[in-house]
């Protein structure tokens, strides 16, 4: 081969293995019938921590979390079945992965179907770390969870302080309560039904002389 041709063959690829290099992302080629990558670019080891060569060894099953794993499955059977009819469909999944130290994170994947060079079908895809936007995105539900439940706190409190500033038709003699329909309700009944209120039963100073003489 002409040396020029060689030369400009290595350069390029020198700049391809620079570019390669430089992306984040990670960009990988899944054997459908192994279900092992048969490309993965290098920025999977800034990502999982396993090298290129480890991971074209290692059975895809091996470095998700089961939950995920099956979800993947059934995105690929659904994906695979819907490329056979006709349709690729490019699809995007969230997926749990297991570090190589052990930990766990999250991906985002967006990946379609292609035949290989000898008509074999393979997995083309994109992945990247979405590890810190999940943790903002669950931070962002958990406040508003917190949010929603002191405003519910906050309607009961005002529901609770409008019935107990109203008027409540009492009895002058026993002091039971009337309701709306009529009913009427011992005090204790009433609040509790109306309220979140508990009652605990104690007695006060002039009617434990008057019920109980004999105790100072």
């Not at 570019?19 to 054997?31: P, S």
């Not at 995920?68 to 006709?86: D, F, H, N, P, T």
């Not at 290989?116 to 903002?136: H, K, P, W, Y």
């Amino acid at each position: 081969m002409n040396k020029s041709i060689t030369k400009k063959i290595a350069r390029y690829e020198k700049q391809y293995k620079l570019i390669e290099k430089a992306i984040v992302d990670v960009i990988f080629v899944v054997d459908m019938e192994t279900m092992t990558f048969s490309y993965i670019s290098p920025s999977i080891e800034k990502i999982i921590g396993y090298g290129t060569n480890e991971m074209v060894r290692i059975p895809i099953n091996d470095c998700v979390m089961p939950h995920s794993y099956r979800k993947a499955m059934e995105y690929l059977a659904e994906g695979y079945r819907k490329y056979r009819l006709g349709k690729n469909i490019k699809r995007t999944a969230q997926l749990e992965l297991i570090h190589k130290d052990g930990s766990r994170f999250w991906v985002e994947i967006t990946a379609k179907f292609f035949k290989g060079e000898t008509d074999e079908i393979q997995l083309f895809g994109v992945m990247r770390n979405i590890s810190s936007q999940r943790a903002i995105e669950q931070e962002r539900n958990e406040l508003l969870q917190r949010l929603e439940a002191s405003l519910g706190q906050q309607k009961v409190l005002q529901a609770e302080n409008e019935m107990l500033r109203g008027l409540l038709p009492i009895c002058s003699g026993c002091k039971k309560i009337r309701d709306e329909d009529g009913k009427w309700w011992q005090v204790e009944e009433y609040v509790s039904m109306h309220s979140e209120a508990d009652f605990s039963h104690t007695i006060c100073p002039p009617c434990k002389k008057r019920i109980y003489p004999e105790i100072d």
